[in-house]
């Protein structure tokens, strides 16, 4: 079994920051792209950053200059640094991960439940 649990969301004044966090733990053989996504109320889930596993990063144009998403390969964790937030910022944001479990012999994609991030104005 393989499970994803985000930390480091909560409520941030506007030009606040936070410090998003997502680890995967379970029967894991290998993990390659990492990303975040966000999705607001009565939006679709979008993406806001990923990253490789040789650490080549892209990011949603709303949050370049403002977000950074960084990866530690041997916690199998990613995170997402957001700085100067903005109340358009205010989601719930979701960490997935393509992870090939042990005993298997492909890949597929894990989501973590989700976090809250409110920013107020």
């Known amino acids: 079994q393989v499970q994803l649990v985000e930390s480091g969301g909560g409520l941030v004044q506007a030009g606040g920051s936070l410090r998003l966090s997502c680890a995967a733990s379970?029967?894991?053989?290998?993990?390659?792209?990492m990303g975040w996504y966000r999705q607001a109320p009565g939006k679709q889930r979008e993406l806001v950053a990923s990253i490789t596993s040789g650490g080549s990063t892209n990011l949603a144009d709303s949050v370049k200059g403002r977000f950074t998403i960084s990866r530690d390969n041997a916690k199998n964790t990613v995170y997402l640094q957001m700085n100067s937030l903005k109340p358009e910022d205010t989601a719930v944001y979701y960490c997935?991960?393509?992870?090939?479990?042990?005993?298997?012999?492909?890949?597929?994609?894990?989501w973590g439940q989700g976090i809250q991030v409110t920013v107020s104005s």
């Open positions: 379970g029967s894991i053989l290998s993990i390659s792209g």
């Open positions: 997935k991960a393509h992870i090939r479990g042990r005993g298997s012999y492909f890949s597929q994609d894990y």
